[in-house]
């Protein structure tokens, strides 16, 4: 049997110590894991299993000889490293947006288009964390009976936005209750002029503007979603749009998804059942009970929780959901340990001579 | 000049101490203020201009010689005492969802429909806060281009639950700060079975469930905004559909509004241009320069501040905007003593002989 070897980029990060644990779980025949980080973390040792790893600077050459790489270093280190990690032969799974919208790129969750690894041609792209459990949620719905539409509002995660943007809402909490000052330099993005604070508070901004007045973030759940569910020719069928906010929760981010069926005649109870047979996603709907999803019950598990559905009273075939997933685990290393483990099935890590 | 004898009945709870402060900025002549509250208040002593006034146990004598009673002091106790105060000769304006849709309570919402001031017979109610804001900033858009549809979902501050819960909550978030397990006894609302902390979480459930799966909140916003926008015959056919959500922020209700025009040709600009010309309304709303609303910057301020005015790309008519507004102040205790100035102004302060 082969035994992959596997680089992980961005091994320090939020995610990237994610996907170390996440990696030790899968079910991939293992040679050696290479540990690649910024220079500044050089030299630090993580664990792998029971195994100290050293981690390493990344560089073109840390790619030579590595079958299957992970990263999740930011879209500026995947645009410079990765396309050398391919000219070495490895494939490469990126966490990052720097690749998602190329044509040549599958965009893929594992389960609902993981058919398109076929034609992947040495990177694919692993989607944004808000799109992939907004999608998982809705495919089986749209697989059976069509999504015309879908309006999204979302309650984003801080440890979406890093390990730095995590550590300053926490200090700001503790400020608040001190009584003091709270500082930011990082919230909303780093790459934005103004910061502001995000504990105890709502940042209405995740990501750049685009020119359109839509945050890069929105634009990645409306132009996301249309890859993955179609096909390029027929991409625009299914209409998009999104508002998404960012929230003082640490783990887990939650959607309130309003969506429209092409089939008028479904009920609550069918959509209900479809979710609860579907792989990997969890129905947490009891009102009775007050059983619905919330990120502090998620925080740590791999499934996608759907809950509060609700027939929009006034028009037939319109629905709510509420969606919850951990944005690290499922929106991140999860997904794209599980997409790690179709290429192996698949017999697909190799770059194909093009 | 007429002077009037003004009660406030829960003076000593969240909304009632806003309530005591706006009362002493407002346009109204007055001669002499009583704080009401239950008996554990009793003796209190709490300041009206820089009057010191002692709480009063509240029952139905303590209306007489009352003119205007300013009632948060929870549903139970305003159905028990205000028609005590009405038999009384005092006129009532109610916080609670105990009258909201009572046929001859008018809801106000000044600046909206008050109009529907002078059909009053003793008691008008003020509507719940997360629908003032949200129609507050409708309005002016649904008076110009008929609004065909909403679909709300919501980011509510937790002192929209009243002071305990707040306390629980900045409790949690020190809970968790110093490693130690979260307490839950009041959230998501005291009257339900199972309890769950808010900090650093999410709650899709604001009061009660409906047989139908909605909450009582989200049933509030929906026919709440119905009975304001619309007289009866009519009150159809605007449709409006809600997901509220709690949201660990102490003060001010987020709201991503979607809302669709009767009149697909108007702009983004055009829209911004009507809010912005609207009293009561402000708009921030300048990507460019981050300008968006934000709880922690409107805390304690009494206007609706909108932002993030977008259109659907793919559905002409269709529209985004984000509103936030102080909910003890704008979604309470200023539309309440704004109601009361209206009913000085238009001379209505007096129970009708039915």
């Not at 110590?17 to 030299?43: C, D, H």
């Not at 645009?79 to 790129?105: I, Q, Y």
């Not at 309130?256 to 969890?282: R, S």
């Not at 740590?300 to 075939?317: H, M, P, W, Y």
Request: aromatic share 6%.
């Amino acid at each position: 049997m082969k035994e992959y070897v596997v680089a992980i980029l961005g091994a320090t990060g939020a995610v990237g110590q994610r996907l170390i644990k996440e990696l030790a779980q899968a079910n991939i025949p293992i040679k050696q894991v290479k540990l690649l980080a910024s220079k500044k973390s050089v030299g630090k040792k993580l664990k792998f299993k029971n195994q100290e790893i050293i981690v390493e600077q990344a560089q073109p050459d840390s790619f030579t000889g590595v079958d299957i790489v992970l990263s999740s270093a930011g879209g500026a280190i995947s645009k410079k490293l990765l396309p050398e990690a391919v000219k070495r032969g490895a494939v490469c799974l990126d966490n990052t947006s720097a690749f998602r919208m190329a044509e040549n790129v599958p965009l893929v969750i594992p389960g609902v288009n993981d058919q398109q690894l076929a034609y992947h041609q040495g990177i694919i792209a692993n989607p944004n964390c808000s799109t992939i459990q907004m999608v998982a949620a809705l495919y089986p719905l749209h697989r059976r009976w069509g999504i015309k539409q879908v309006v999204v509002s979302t309650y984003q995660a801080v440890s979406g936005a890093g390990k730095k943007a995590w550590d300053e809402m926490l200090g700001q909490a503790q400020a608040r209750l001190d009584n003091q000052q709270m500082a930011a330099a990082i919230l909303p993005t780093p790459a934005a002029k103004k910061h502001y604070p995000l504990a105890f508070n709502l940042l209405p901004q995740i990501d750049i503007f685009e020119a359109d007045g839509y945050t890069h973030e929105e634009w990645k759940m409306i132009h996301e979603t249309k890859k993955i569910l179609f096909n390029d020719q027929d991409s625009n069928q299914i209409k998009v749009t999104a508002t998404c906010v960012r929230v003082p929760v640490e783990i887990g981010h939650g959607e309130a998804v309003y969506f429209i069926l092409q089939d008028k005649q479904v009920t609550v109870k069918e959509i209900q059942a479809e979710i609860e047979k579907t792989a990997g996603l969890i129905l947490q709907d009891d009102f009775k009970k007050q059983l619905y999803p919330q990120p502090l019950q998620i925080a740590g598990k791999r499934e996608t929780f759907v809950g509060r559905v609700r027939a929009d009273q006034e028009n037939l075939g319109a629905f709510h959901m509420w969606v919850v997933a951990d944005n690290l685990l499922r929106g991140a290393a999860t997904n794209t340990v599980e997409i790690a483990e179709c290429l192996v099935r698949k017999n697909l890590v190799r770059v194909p001579n093009i």
